[in-house]
């Protein structure tokens, strides 16, 4: 039963939200699918809801506040079905309901004082806010359209009727000049059609409009009786927007009156006529508001206005239109000095025109009155949106705080039930418990034995690594001191030159980056060098071209740099046995090198990938290298060697890639060799040993928290 129940509660719930959604939004099946759900919920759901509930029911107080529950939601649920099909009795039903609502509100929280309200936040109680949310919405909806439509329709009725008595005066004064045979007044006859033209095209315009409007939202378009439509489509202003403004119709109409206008004024100019029609018009300029935004005729009579308020004013173009046909016509009639036989006429159009006149300076008045009365409207609307607003928003918080007193009163009967399914649930598994208990203590005690055997295993795992972690580390050790011992002593530098500065930070402990130099002959060769790979496999081969340099150089005599390079990639290609086969390493070395004569401050240059930096009076030139490295190449050419005559006071900078490309930096970007040459640049002046510190502590600072990613090395030297 209780299943039966919620599913009849879920489908009569969930055919009440969509029925609201279709009523909102207009789509058909909105009062089928109303009408199904209040049948479902009140002869099926909540029946079974109050029988089942009656049962578990421990007190008389419960079982009071379990009848008024039902009464409440069911009276709900048909003064909002009521209003909504706009049914007789809707309002009887709703003001029953406003005052059974707190009632029942006062009369739960008294209950749940006493602990007796029992249950939880079920599916009754949700019902009864969501119907109780959508009744206090739509009620405020409806009776603020109704108040913002009954001003505009009042003023539709007053100008439709006005019109009527216009068109017909024009009408008769027209028929009447047809009958007119006296072709003396052939010019008044061609500006009377002239004008029967003009006025038939703005009024058709008129018309045209008016019903393509009105057959956005209703299927008759020639039924002008408002209130056969929903008040609330009426209030609204997003029609307007669109068809008049975004489509524009506003545009077009008013295109339409400005010709009209001046086929006006041009039948005045003729026969040199007053204006047609003193205090009203259409006002087709642009107005300033008080904030001193410009406001276009078309936004002010329908942007964002409602609907109601589109074809009053539309009834009123008009009349306006009419009355100065109207005054036009009689002006005309009285401009001109007829025959006998139009005395008739003249007798008609100047009562027609009296009345007209009357009727003019009569709807001037009703209009302001009219505007002034809208004006209050709508300020009444509008204050009375802020209260129902604020009404809305303290039933919206009562609601919560009904929602929370149940939540608080259903938390001790949930613990209860989830205690007893618990302990349940526990003593099941402590039986079973039991039982296991003796397996798993022979499992454990076997799987003890395995553990310590797996430990002792373990044990000797470790100890072999750790020996094996020993010799490695001893071997690195031996290697990074080779390497040391490999690496040249300074004093020749400070021997020859004013100031110099050595940066060499490795990656690991051994290094694939390293620097040379030795004396040939008067001149003294420098070296940087970038081997490929870092720590051990590096290492390897910063050994193999120190070595290889200290015999092209000093056993061999090589002094120039292009050559010293060619020998070596020679020597290199041999030593590792490169061929050029598909799959080969490409194993090898990047170099800058350099050849000085201390005497003649002549430095010849040559570079296999590696740049040379001649900073010289605060500006830096760059050597380019030759675009290969010291291995085997595709396109293996002889290195280019380059002469520069040095002067006292320059600074030349040999280095690897290590530092330019180290990835640091809020953003986490390579450090860049422009940023290289602006930093050395920056601190050109200071000493070598002090630019030294500046380059160590940029490159940490930039690196912070990043891994370093390659070796580093800078030899800088001052003449």
Known sequence: MKKIERILGFAGLILFVLGVLFKFQRWPGASVALTLSVFILNLA??????????????????????????????????????????????????????YLLPAFI????????????????????????????????????????????????????QFRKNNAGLRSANSIIYESLETLQDTSEAELTSSISELQQSSEAAIHLNLTIRREFRSLFARDRDRDDFRRYNFRLLASNELSQEFFMEEGKAHELKTMLIQYEDDLQRIQSRHGLPPALIGIGFDLGNHMTPWGDTVSWEDRMFGHRPVANCFTNLRWIEQVTLLQENALLNELINHFDLSQESTLIRQLASKESEKAKELQANEILRISQQQELQNKELETAQTELRQRNILLAVAFIGIVFVLVLLMIS???????????RELEIQNKKIEGQRNEIGAQRDEIEAQRDEIEAQRDLVQEQKEQIEKNHHEVSSSIDYAMRLQDAM?????????????????????????????????????????????????VPGAFMSLLGASLLKEVVNLEGISHPGPILDRLRKEIIIALDQKGAMGEQKDGMDMALVSIDPESLLCQYSGANSAL???????????????????????????????????LGDQLYLFSDGFA???????????????????????????????????????????????????????????
């Not at 009754?124 to 913002?148: A, E, K, N, P």
């Open 661 to 719: 490309d180290q990835f640091g930096g809020d953003k986490r970007k390579k450090f860049k060799y422009s940023r290289f040459r602006e930093l050395i640049t920056e601190h050109a002046d200071l000493s070598m040993p002090r630019q030294q510190q500046v380059l160590s502590d940029t490159i940490r600072e930039w690196q912070g928290k990043y891994e370093q990613i390659d070796d580093m090395v800078i030899v800088g030297i001052r003449i």
């Open 410 to 420: 259903s938390r001790a009967y949930f613990r209860k039930q989830k205690d007893m």
């Open 613 to 647: 930096y001649l900073l010289r009076r605060g500006k830096i030139k760059i050597y380019q290298p030759d675009p290969m490295p010291l291995s085997y190449y595709e396109e293996m050419r002889p290195f280019k060697t380059q002469k520069i005559q040095l002067e």
């Open 106 to 157: 006062f009369f739960y929280l008294y209950v749940a004082l006493k602990g007796q309200s029992g249950g939880s936040l079920s599916l009754t109680s949700t019902l009864m806010i969501v119907i109780g949310y959508c009744i206090y919405i739509f009620v405020t909806q409806s009776t603020i359209s109704t108040s913002v439509v009954n001003g505009y329709l009042v003023l539709e009725q």
């Open 487 to 535: 690496l040249p002593s300074p004093a020749l530098l400070e021997e020859h030159f004013s100031g110099h500065l050595i940066f060499f930070r490795p990656k690991q402990k051994v290094s694939g980056d390293f620097y040379w130099w030795s004396r040939s002959g008067k001149s003294l060769v420098i070296a940087v060098a970038d081997c490929t790979g870092h720590g």
């Open 45 to 98: 759901y909540l029946p079974l809801n109050l029988i089942r509930e009656r049962r578990l029911s421990s007190s008389t107080l419960h079982t009071a506040y379990l009848v008024v529950r039902f009464i409440t939601l069911f009276l709900m649920l048909i003064a909002f079905l009521f209003k909504v099909q706009h049914w007789a009795g809707a309002g009887i039903l709703l003001n029953i309901v406003t």
